[in-house]
């Protein structure tokens, strides 16, 4: 199983960009998928966690009401749609899924290999 994340970019303060985390693989189903960030010089942080079918969504504080997470299932994707960026949302994004997969099904999660997005103010 591997995720794919793409989407970062470079964007002004107020802007928005919307990030993508695709799965592929031998997968049966996707539980739940969230989105991380990494900051320079800051540890690694939860930012938005879907879950199965959509139901249910979480924020960090610092991004609720701007952030939005969705996920397309029968695609395997997961989405970030963040609005009104600020310098401070300036950092590295990771998806992970929890992802049962393989010919003997087994739950395991997975890390996407990280999109950088820049806010410049």
């Known amino acids: 199983v591997q995720l794919q994340a793409s989407g970062g970019g470079l964007v002004q303060a107020g802007g928005s960009l919307t990030l993508s985390c695709v799965a592929s693989?031998?997968?049966?189903?996707?539980?739940?998928m969230s989105w991380y960030r990494r900051a320079p010089g800051k540890q690694r942080e939860s930012v938005a966690f879907?879950?199965?079918?959509?139901?249910?969504?979480n924020y960090a504080e610092s991004v609720k009401g701007r952030f939005t997470i969705s996920r397309d299932n029968a695609k395997n994707t997961v989405y970030l749609r963040m609005n009104s960026l600020k310098p401070e949302d300036t950092a590295v994004y990771y998806c992970?899924?929890?992802?049962?997969?393989?010919?003997?099904?087994?739950?395991?999660?997975?890390w996407g290999q990280g999109t950088l997005v820049t806010v410049s103010s």
């Open positions: 992970h899924a929890n992802v049962l997969s393989g010919p003997s099904p087994r739950m395991n999660g997975y």
């Open positions: 693989g031998t997968i049966i189903s996707i539980s739940a």
């Open positions: 879907i879950n199965s079918d959509g139901s249910t969504t």
